[in-house]
């Protein structure tokens, strides 16, 4: 059974950097068979994908336009984790952070983390 | 603004049948055959429901089934339970940089 535990700052300052983990268990994140992404909720903004990365060989990372030049998603294969780093955040980037597993449905998602940006 | 339009709200009654559309363009709902859906109680993060247009996950009732025609999918749940009253989101592929597009969600309530 194939689990995500999510962890990281629920409170971040304007302006610094949001860094969040997402421990697998399960699966291993160099599978070749499917993608490790990102998404946050907010009332705002509703469910926005942020991003994934993905082992074919090599790996890539895919990102969400409107986030590109802000945010990393990197796998760690040591820890078997994935995680993401997002700079310059503002209050608007006060949301519920998932990780899910997934390409073109995503069947296991995190907890979810609460990011509370405050300005 | 999502990028897909779902209707804001959905109801029916135990035992019954709903459907939630899920509006795109050729660019991501018509353009290829993979449309999911997700449920979302409160509190908790969104559970797959159907991936690629039809296709159920393992575990996930037949009640639950999905459909295309178009720029638009849906998602038909029969025989109503209470359990169904949640937040139902689409979300597509899409050809662009987005990759991938969630709908705005529709809350089904089951009166």
């Known amino acids: 059974q194939v689990q995500l535990q999510q962890s990281g700052p629920g409170l971040v300052k304007s302006s610094q950097t949001l860094s969040l983990t997402c421990a697998i268990s399960?699966?291993?994140?160099?599978?070749?068979?499917?993608?490790w992404n990102w998404i946050r909720q907010s009332p705002s903004r509703g469910l926005e994908w942020l991003g994934r990365?993905?082992?074919?060989?090599?790996?890539?990372?895919a990102y969400e336009v409107s986030v590109k030049s802000r945010i990393s998603i990197s796998p760690d294969t040591s820890k078997n984790q994935i995680s993401l780093q997002m700079n310059s955040v503002t209050p608007e980037d006060t949301a519920v952070y998932y990780c899910?597993?997934?390409?073109?449905?995503?069947?296991?998602w995190g907890q979810g983390t609460t990011v509370t940006v405050s300005s | 603004q999502s990028a897909l339009t779902q209707p804001p709200s959905a109801s029916g009654s135990p035992g019954q049948s709903v459907t939630i559309s899920c509006t795109g363009t050729?660019?991501?709902?018509?353009?290829?055959?993979?449309v999911s859906w997700y449920r979302q109680h409160p509190g908790k993060a969104p559970k797959l429901m159907i991936y690629?247009?039809?296709k159920r996950p393992s575990g996930v009732p037949d009640r639950f089934s999905g459909s295309k025609s178009g720029n638009t999918a849906s998602l038909t749940v029969s025989g109503l339970q209470a359990e169904d009253e949640a937040d139902y989101y689409c979300?597509?592929?899409?050809?662009?940089?987005?990759?991938?597009?969630f709908g705005g969600g529709t809350k089904l309530t089951v009166l």
């Open positions: 899910a597993r997934g390409y073109y449905g995503m069947g296991v």
């Open positions: 399960g699966d291993s994140v160099s599978s070749n068979t499917t993608t």
């Open positions: 990365t993905y082992y074919r060989s090599k790996w890539y990372n």
């Open positions: 050729s660019s991501d709902v018509g353009g290829y055959n993979y």
């Open positions: 690629e247009v039809s």
């Open positions: 979300s597509s592929y899409t050809g662009s940089n987005n990759f991938v597009v």
